[in-house]
């Protein structure tokens, strides 16, 4: 089952330009987490977000979490051809931990 | 160094048979998930354990998918009696411990064909 929904579902942008995705989730979490994929180097960890927590920074990354709507953003600023990839979000909730995860957001940044 | 290795990478098969999936965590970590993942979308949870046992089957399809971790490290997911339906690039993920608060690291994958 997924939990969470991700928008838009494909972005395009360029080179040095901030992409923004959304996540939206449905039940009451623990935490949330970002993960990028790509065909080169699989599935790998952004960044966790607590539910006590609002926001988060690491690098050039930015995450939000407004736990009211259930809903949490990334974005990536500066943006670089190398993060041309599908970005997911996870969560996990209550005594689970198992990760559900979104859709994803397919990020293209042209060079 | 070493990651989480998965093989084989590749794997296509004949509907009805029966197929096995492994996993490398990386060493020390005690809790290893298997989830699976279509074309387009997020992966799907399929089960976890937590040292050799499985905490959670939860997300397990049917009884014709099976796993083990017989001592606590390396994991084998098992498909009996294949279909088309089960083509997937399967993945495995260790993490230091199952908490909600540990870094689970993904291995390649296995892609399964069944044809």
């Known amino acids: 089952s997924q939990q969470g929904e991700e928008d838009p579902q494909a972005l395009s942008i360029q080179e040095g330009e901030n992409a923004t995705m959304n996540c939206s989730y449905k039940?009451?979490?623990?935490?949330l987490q970002w993960y990028r994929q790509n065909s080169g180097r699989g599935l790998v960890h952004l960044i966790l977000?607590?539910?006590n927590e609002r926001e988060k920074h690491s690098g050039r990354l930015r995450v939000t979490l407004d736990t009211s709507k259930k809903s949490s953003s990334l974005l990536i600023t500066a943006s670089r051809a190398a993060d041309t990839a599908s970005y997911f979000c996870a969560t996990n909730a209550g005594n689970n931990r198992k990760l559900i995860w979104g859709l994803g957001t397919s990020l293209a940044v042209n060079p | 160094g070493a990651g989480v290795s998965q093989t084989p990478s590749n794997k296509v098969t004949e509907k009805g048979k029966y197929v096995e999936l492994r996993c490398d965590p990386i060493s020390g970590h005690t809790a290893l998930y298997w989830y699976r993942q279509s074309l387009g979308q997020g992966p799907e949870f399929l089960i976890y354990?937590?040292?050799?046992?499985?905490?959670?089957d939860s997300g397990l399809p049917n009884d014709r998918f099976f796993a083990v971790r017989p001592e606590g490290s390396v994991s084998t997911l098992k498909i009996q009696r294949t279909e088309r339906g089960d083509s997937a690039v399967y993945l495995c993920?260790?993490?230091?411990?199952?908490?909600?608060?540990?870094?689970?690291?993904f291995g390649p994958g296995t892609r399964l064909t069944v044809l």
């Open positions: 993920a260790s993490s230091l411990y199952a908490s909600d608060y540990n870094e689970q690291f």
């Open positions: 977000i607590r539910s």
């Open positions: 039940t009451s979490i623990n935490n």
């Open positions: 354990f937590q040292g050799t046992g499985a905490a959670d």
